[in-house]
């Protein structure tokens, strides 16, 4: 079946390049439909993508050429994906704040299929904070963007802000489509995520803002890849993810259990959990009653779940994080060696868009044998997809 890709051409000079784009994917057997914002007309005619796509072009959300439909409704529901590109600033904007006020802020806002964004314009205008806010609001609804490229821009400037070249659009759309590949069959993988819960009294505990987000993003991905996924989670209230297996855990030392045990037939081992570092050194039995004074509460270690990990490792390749808020590269780079892992993910919480209960993160790669790599602004479960791209890569290297 032909897949209908709705492509919303916004006002900028790489509008000749949605054109282009439009081509390939009518030669690649897609349907393509493309809506124009009035800027957009500015640079190409409606009748280039007309010509294109061979289909009506839409301009205005009150012409209604079909009166058994109402156009930009009909649009969304008919989409299987819809692609902004160029994408400007301004619309960026609108999407980011729900206004409808042409058609295709009208339309995106109506429709429930995937929304990808390719953004092109000044770098000036990229690095804004108004439109990296906008940006991030975006991902965190769940649209994808199509990053940018560098290079010579049409205003004069060198910098980040040219809409991607239209093949590697049209190719990131194949992939979409095409049957997810499955390098993870056979394959166990072990994930732990979320914080864990350290009891002081029947009543209260010690324990950190983790969501557990990443961790359950990574399993996801992971099972979408094929591997056998066992996933360790501390207390967290998101949905389990599907065709993964979650054995929920409170405490460090319950972390520790059930990790140990899993570990011997793992192939990979994700440590994303935020294990407490120290727990009450007597747990009271009784709910603790207040007195005069001060209360030290005194606290002792947990076991070190990834160090231990590191000592045991045989086929394992072993992955750790460090959320850090100060010289994230030294302190990975110790962490690597320290406790034996083969990669470890570190991000700077402290960052916009990075952090806990964020849908975005912006995360370091750091291995022993390459130099590292981050990524860019990222929702939680695309960081999760090239973790996962990047583990199997480097396990493929090791073999
Ligand atoms: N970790 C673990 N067991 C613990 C503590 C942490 O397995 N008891 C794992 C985490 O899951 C994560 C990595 O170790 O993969 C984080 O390293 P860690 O040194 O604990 O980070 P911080 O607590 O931030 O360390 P530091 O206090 O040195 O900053």
Known sequence: MKKNILLCVTGGIA???????????????????????????????????????????YTDTFIENNPEVIAHIDLADWADLCLVAPATANMIGKLANGL?????????LATT??????????????????????????????????????GYLACGYVGKGRLEEPETIAELIHQHFSEPAQPL??????????????????????????????????AEEAAKMGGNVTLISGPSTLPSPLGVKVIF?????????????????????IKSAAVADYRPKHVSQQKLKKKDGNL?????????????????????????FAAETENIEEHALSKLNRK???????????????????????????????????LPLLSKSETARKIMEEIIQNMVGES
Not at 100 to 108: F, I, K, P, R
Not at 121 to 136: E, F, G, R, S
Not at 249 to 269: C, G, N, R, T, W
Not at 349 to 367: K, P, R, Y
Request: one cysteine or more; a neutral charge.
């Open 185 to 218: 069959k056979g394959k166990n993988v072990l994930i732990t995520a979320g914080p864990t819960k350290e009891r002081i009294d029947p009543v209260r505990f010690l324990t950190n803002h983790s969501s557990g987000k990443m961790g359950y993003a990574l």
């Open 113 to 150: 299929a995937p929304v990808w964004i390719a953004p092109a314009m000044n770098v000036h205008m990229y690095d804004h904070p108004a439109v990296q806010k906008n940006i991030n609001t975006l991902y965190q609804f769940g649209h994808r963007f199509i990053e940018p490229g560098e």
């Open 296 to 320: 030290t509460l005194e606290l002792e270690r947990t076991k070190d779940i990834l160090l231990e990990l590191g000592k045991r490792k045989k086929q394992q390749f072993l992955v750790g």
């Open 340 to 374: 034996n892992a083969d990669m470890i993910i570190a991000n700077d919480i402290t960052a916009e868009g990075a952090g806990f209960a964020a849908d975005t993160n912006i995360v370091t790669i750091f291995q022993k044998k390459h130099p590292p790599k981050t």
């Open 15 to 57: 509008c000749y390049k949605a054109a282009s784009l439009t081509s390939k994917l009518i030669q690649s057997d897609y349907s393509v439909k493309v809506i124009m914002t009035e800027s957009a007309m500015n640079f190409v005619s409606p009748l280039t993508f007309q010509a294109l796509s061979r289909n009506e072009v």
């Open 249 to 269: 855990v409170e405490s460090a030392a319950q972390m520790y259990d059930q990790v140990l045990h899993h570990f011997p037939k793992a192939d990979i081992v």
């Open 100 to 108: 409808a006020d042409d058609m295709v802020s009208t339309t995106l």
